[in-house]
Structures are given as C-alpha cells and as structure tokens.
C-alpha cells in the first residue's frame, strides 16, 4: 500500500498536527505493512507473520485524543492482550505486543493446524485463528466437539458428543474411563522431564533440543520431520551410550526415550479407544472463498464487471501459510495501485497484500 493510499496520507498529514502524527508513525511500522485505513485515518489495519509464517492483521482503532488514550485493538486471535500504553507511546508499541503475543499462541495453532491437516474436521473452511474448537467426524453417526485451552493446548480437551443415543453413550463411557490416558505431547512445547532432578549431560541435550526447535529445523540444517528424526535418534543413541556405562540413571534415560514425537490424533484415539479418520479429499483441497480484498465472497451483479459480473473468488496466493483468495478483478485494481507493481502483456505481477509473496494476475476486459 505505497504508492495512491500513502499519497493520500500525505495530503492528510498536512492538514493537522494529528494526520501529521499518525503518517510519521506508520513510517515507523512501514507502508508495507499497513493493509488498510479509514478516510479520517482513525481506522488502520497492519499485517504481519508469526515465525511459522502465518499471516495476522491487526485492526487499531483510534479516538479524538489519540494519544492520550490507548487505541483499540481487534485481531483474529482466541483473546486479546492488555494493550500496555503511556502518553509517549506510538502505533509501533502496539504493533511489538501484538508480536508477543503471537508468540505466546505458537503452540496452540501448532496444535490447531494438526488437527486440521490429520483429522476428519466437520465443515473445515478457511480456518479462523480465533476459534479454540473443532467438530470432527468420529464415525456416521457419531461427533465430538473439542475445546481447546489456549494457553495450555495440550492439557486434556473439553468435549462433547453429538450423534445417536447409543453412540453417545459408548463415546462418553469410552471418555470418562480412559481419560486419565491423556498424556501431554511434549513435542508441542518445549523439551523437558518432569519428575527428574537436573542433571548436567542430560540438561546439556535438552538444551540443544529448545535451540533446535527455537530456531527451526532448517536453519540448523535439519528440514521437516526427517531432520527431527535423524537430531531424536542421535540423542537417543548417546543415551543410551552413557547408560550402558552407568554415568545416567535408567529412570532419566526412559523419561527421555517416552517423549517421542506423539501426535494429538493419536492422543484422542487413544482415550477413546476408537481408529479416527483422516482428512476427506474436500477438506484438503478446500480454499478460502472470501476475497481478502473486499471482503465479499461474490462480486456485485454488474454489467461493468463482464463475465466477472457476480463470480467467486478465482486467484489465490501460493505461500501455503497464507492461501488467501481474491477477486481477479480486486487484485488486479490493488496492483495497479502500487508503484512496484510490473506488467508483461496483460499480467500482471506484484505481492500479495497480505504475504508480500510474489502474486500474478491476469487483467480482466471488462465492458
């Protein structure tokens, strides 16, 4: 948003020492990041990444006294965090507590995105980072609604059943006694052995265990699951070295070798006792159908818009933690507002506003 819309704040800023204020402060954040904004500047939206790469908007709201008084703050997250703010604050400290406290709910989407992808999710969609629940489908007649606590994603989840009478039954009674299986997947969260006293080799490995995690597989040198694999087997094997010549207790060398790599699908199919399914080829492919740019899932019936008049949502960003739809013809009038935008015949190639991905569309004719 670069080139028409910070024109725009411009011719703003000189109008008054508070459009002067608010331009300078996005400076601050960059125009790269601002989404969009309100005609008096008081409504502005900001995107930004998580370190998975999830994309995140935050909506700030600010009123006459700005900044005298804290702006309000809306986000697709499951709660919101106390905005700390002072008569010397600026946009930018809103824009670093929103980062942290992306940082806290980590683990909770970790989880939530493994459910999606292993899971037979009842009416998956695109999914909102706010919702802590999912329904998934147990058998024909059967679901179970799962709550997730936020700030302990792994904790065992509220439910409930949902389906035949006899199939509730069986799920509840299922629930209720083997529930105390529930273990803790200590792959979500950081590497650690509870009931075990330090111990200084020991404590040496699960340190490297956080910094390969914090910093990420490939940056390491290790990708994906493999990496992990290959980094677990090492560990294990000079555990199981040392144990063998008696310098590490038997019962610290076990707690680490049950921390193995235990998924939430098969935590839940373990207490339920039951073979869960796995995603339907629908869910898989099942896109975003909202544009991300005007927010509607069809375009208005008009003979302007030609063979587009009324059409879904047809051009969708490639970056796999984004995949946000749009409108051909919404994308395209957003990349002819930006100056970086190129064009080679009748494409045309820019970033998505959401991503900053590389994104190409094709011009529409239109009428």
């Known amino acids: ?19 002067r204020r608010i331009y300078s402060e996005v400076e601050e954040i960059g125009w790269e990041h601002l989404v969009r904004f309100g005609e008096d500047l008081r409504l502005l939206s900001f995107h930004t990444k998580d370190k998975k790469g999830r ?4 909506q700030i709201t600010l009123d006459g006294s700005y900044p005298n008084h804290p702006p309000s703050i809306a986000a697709d997250v499951p709660y919101l965090f106390n905005l700390k703010w002072s008569i010397n604050s600026r946009l930018k400290d809103a824009i670093q507590q929103f980062h942290k406290h992306l940082e806290k709910l980590q683990d909770f989407w970790n989880l939530m995105d493994d459910i999606d992808h292993s899971l037979l999710v009842s009416d998956l969609r695109y999914p909102q980072r706010a919702l802590s629940h999912r329904q998934l489908n147990i058998s024909n007649d059967s679901y179970i609604i799962l709550s997730i606590d936020a700030n302990d994603p792994t904790s065992l989840p509220d439910c409930r059943f949902l389906g035949s009478d006899s199939g509730v039954e ?42 390969y995690q914090e910093k990420g597989f490939r ?13 677990f087997r090492k560990v294990e094997e000079v555990l199981l070295a040392i144990m063998s010549l008696g310098d590490l207790s038997l019962k610290m060398t076990e707690s680490f070798l049950r921390m193995r790599d235990k998924p939430f699908s098969e935590n839940l199919a373990h207490v339920l006792d039951i073979q869960l399914h796995g995603p339907s080829s629908i869910q898989k492919t099942d896109a975003q159908t909202e544009c991300g740019i005007c927010y509607a899932q069809y375009l208005p019936i008009d003979d302007e818009l030609g063979d587009k008049s ?25 990349l ?6 190129r064009q080679s015949f009748d494409v045309l190639f820019g970033n998505c506003p ?14």
């Open 354 to 367: 959401y991503c900053s991905d590389p994104i190409a569309v094709k011009m529409n004719t239109r009428k």
């Open 55 to 58: 994309v995140h908007i935050l």
């Open 336 to 341: 002819r507002s930006i100056t970086t935008t």
């Open 170 to 211: 069986r799920l509840r009674a299922m629930w209720r006694k083997n529930c105390k299986r529930w273990k803790k997947d200590l792959t979500i969260g950081r590497w650690r052995v509870a009931g075990c006293k330090s111990y200084s080799v020991f404590s040496s490995m699960i340190g490297v265990l956080n910094i």
């Open 310 to 334: 009324g059409s879904g949502t047809d051009c969708t960003c490639e970056n796999n933690s984004c995949s946000r739809a749009f409108h051909s013809v919404c994308l395209g009038d957003w």
């Open 1 to 19: 948003m670069e080139c028409a819309d910070q024109k725009r704040c411009e011719e703003l800023a000189k109008s008054s020492s508070f459009y």
């Open 219 to 231: 940056d390491c040198g290790l990708v994906g699951k493999d990496g992990f694999k290959f980094l």
